[in-house]
Structure formats: structure tokens, C-alpha cells
């Protein structure tokens, strides 16, 4: 039950973190990347303990599988991708926007290009102490495999990389280009 003295700590705490006040755009940015962080951090020590507890098992085939497990149930919800345009726009959001520090460069029917400047993922691996082999691994050979698996039924479009964060480039360069048909 909760006691009048509990109900004054309670509200002193609240108004303490400013419950009731709208957040700043910077701090709803800090919330989100630390959402973002505690997955990565989930996914990193999950990797880690199948490895340690189970050596038998190929905790890399595990974890790909599962993001592109994820990919998949992602992929279902977008609808209509025809252009590189609608492939962008659908996957793109306020909150991965202001979380991952993301600039849309280009943006038309054939080709859409956003530039990633801050992944938490990556620098939760970092703080982990992972090795560059290991982070490139945990980015590009697992999670990225969802990202390209949100995008196996749409035919019309092709996501690409050029560049990525974990290999040690300025950006991760998402790009989606309308394919051709012959």
C-alpha cells in the first residue's frame, strides 16, 4: 500500500526528472540511443554467452539467422515499396532520424541515400571492449543482414552499403536504388 510519505517522495521524485515537462529534442535524441544501446547490448552479450556456453553451436549463424528473422517481420509491414524513394521514407522515422544522427543526400524515385553519422550499436560494441573484427562481425555479418532482409519482397528496389561505420568509414551510407527491369 502506498503511504502518504511514499506518495511525497513519489511526487518530489517527478518533479526531480521533470516527468511533466515536454523533453527537449535532445533529450528524447539520448533517450532513444539509449534504447537503441540496450538492444545492441542484449544482441552483444547474447552473441557472447552462446559462445562461451554453448561452443558447439555457431553463435554468428544464430544471431544472422535471428536478425533476419527480424528483418523479415519488418519487411511484412512496409507495403508499396516501387522507387527507391518509398524504400527510404518507409524505413526512415523521427526517432532513427534524431538516434542515429541520419542526413537524407538524396531522395528521388531511382536512388535515396541516407548518411548515418552516430550508430549506437557500433559504439556499444565499443564499450563492451569488442575488438574491430569482432564489431565489424557484430554489425556488418549479423544485424545488417536484417536490414537487408526488411527489403526481400520488394523486387523493385536494392539496398547497398558503400559505406559503413564498423569498417571505420566517416558514415554508414544506406542506399536504395530502383531496379531495372528488362
Same mark, same amino acid.
Given at each position: 500500500?502506498?503511504?502518504?510519505?511514499?506518495?511525497?517522495?513519489?511526487?518530489?521524485?517527478?518533479?526531480?526528472?521533470?516527468?511533466?515537462?515536454? !523533453?527537449?529534442?535532445?533529450?528524447?535524441?539520448?533517450?532513444?540511443?539509449?534504447?537503441?544501446?540496450?538492444? %545492441?547490448?542484449?544482441?552483444?552479450?547474447?552473441?557472447?554467452?552462446?559462445?562461451?556456453?554453448?561452443?558447439?553451436?555457431? %553463435?554468428?549463424?544464430? #544471431?544472422?539467422? %535471428?536478425?533476419?528473422?527480424?528483418?523479415?517481420?519488418?519487411?511484412?509491414?512496409?507495403?508499396?515499396?516501387?522507387?527507391?524513394?518509398?524504400?527510404?521514407?518507409?524505413?526512415?522515422?523521427?526517432?532513427?532520424?534524431?538516434?542515429?544522427?541520419?542526413?537524407?543526400?538524396?531522395?528521388?524515385?531511382?536512388?535515396?541515400?541516407?548518411?548515418?553519422?552516430?550508430? !549506437?550499436?557500433?559504439?556499444?560494441?565499443?564499450?563492451?571492449?569488442?575488438?574491430?573484427?569482432?564489431?565489424?562481425?557484430?554489425?556488418?555479418? #549479423? !544485424?545488417?543482414?536484417?536490414?537487408?532482409?526488411?527489403?526481400?519482397?520488394?523486387?523493385?528496389?536494392?539496398?547497398?552499403? !558503400?559505406?559503413?561505420? %564498423?569498417?571505420?568509414?566517416?558514415?554508414?551510407? #544506406?542506399?536504395?536504388?530502383?531496379?531495372?527491369?528488362?
Amino acid at each position: 500500500m502506498t503511504t502518504d510519505k511514499d506518495k511525497k517522495n513519489i511526487n518530489e521524485y517527478l518533479k526531480k526528472v521533470g516527468i511533466d515537462k515536454q !523533453p527537449t529534442i535532445e533529450e528524447l535524441k539520448k533517450v532513444l540511443q539509449e534504447a537503441v544501446k540496450d538492444r %545492441a547490448r542484449i544482441f552483444c552479450f547474447t552473441w557472447k554467452t552462446l559462445q562461451e556456453l554453448h561452443p558447439e553451436i555457431d %553463435a554468428d549463424e544464430v #544471431m544472422r539467422e %535471428a536478425s533476419i528473422k527480424f528483418g523479415n517481420f519488418i519487411d511484412s509491414k512496409y507495403k508499396n515499396i516501387k522507387t527507391a524513394k518509398d524504400a527510404l521514407i518507409q524505413s526512415s522515422s523521427k526517432a532513427r532520424i534524431l538516434a542515429f544522427e541520419q542526413e537524407f543526400t538524396e531522395l528521388n524515385e531511382d536512388k535515396a541515400v541516407k548518411k548515418i553519422y552516430h550508430c !549506437p550499436h557500433v559504439e556499444v560494441f565499443k564499450e563492451l571492449g569488442c575488438s574491430n573484427e569482432e564489431i565489424e562481425k557484430l554489425c556488418i555479418d #549479423m !544485424p545488417n543482414q536484417g536490414d537487408y532482409a526488411c527489403f526481400t519482397s520488394h523486387w523493385d528496389v536494392k539496398l547497398s552499403f !558503400p559505406n559503413i561505420l %564498423a569498417k571505420g568509414d566517416k558514415c554508414c551510407e #544506406m542506399t536504395f536504388n530502383k531496379v531495372e527491369k528488362n
